[in-house]
């Protein structure tokens, strides 16, 4: 993971908080189709480790979204919390949840071979397709 920070932040009603130890002070997009069905557009997140707390949690929902990772929600107001990696627990974190984040530097975008025609970024970022994204994380474990 890149230079780290910590950061803290909360869903939109606040019934739950988050505080992530080693937040990257970089951020991703991912176009894979479940993230699209989930948020309405590419998921914009923050890479934050396993070293994720969260107070609240009797308002977090989680839903099981393929066989190697989960996604949380706020049951209050609906806000996406999380994005988790079963094994390791490495959580990806809605880059919108945070406070701040004036530091945040786009860099990498995933699953670009999923990415509908309709939009894109202007910014000059890494671009992975699905097989090359998993290839990269299976080689990091």
């Known amino acids: 993971m890149s230079e780290t ?3 803290s932040g909360s869903c939109a009603c606040g019934a739950v908080t988050i505080s992530a130890e080693k937040a990257s002070k970089t951020l991703g997009a991912c176009h894979c189709k479940t993230c699209r069905q ?4 590419p998921l914009l997140t923050v890479s934050c ?16 979204s393929s066989e190697w ?9 609906g806000s996406h919390l999380f994005y988790r990696l079963k094994q390791s627990g490495h959580h990806e974190v809605p880059a919108g949840l945070f406070d701040g984040g004036d530091d945040l530097h786009f860099d990498h975008q995933v699953f670009v071979d999923q990415r509908p025609d309709y939009y894109r970024f202007a910014n000059q970022t890494e671009e992975l ?3 090359e994204c998993f290839a990269k994380f299976a080689a990091a474990q």
């Open 38 to 41: 989930w948020g309405g557009g």
């Open 69 to 77: 990772a989960e996604r949380g929600f706020c049951q209050r107001c």
């Open 129 to 131: 397709t699905g097989e």
């Open 5 to 7: 920070v910590k950061r």
């Open 49 to 64: 480790g396993s070293a994720v707390s969260f107070g609240g949690t009797e308002h977090i929902g989680i839903y099981d």
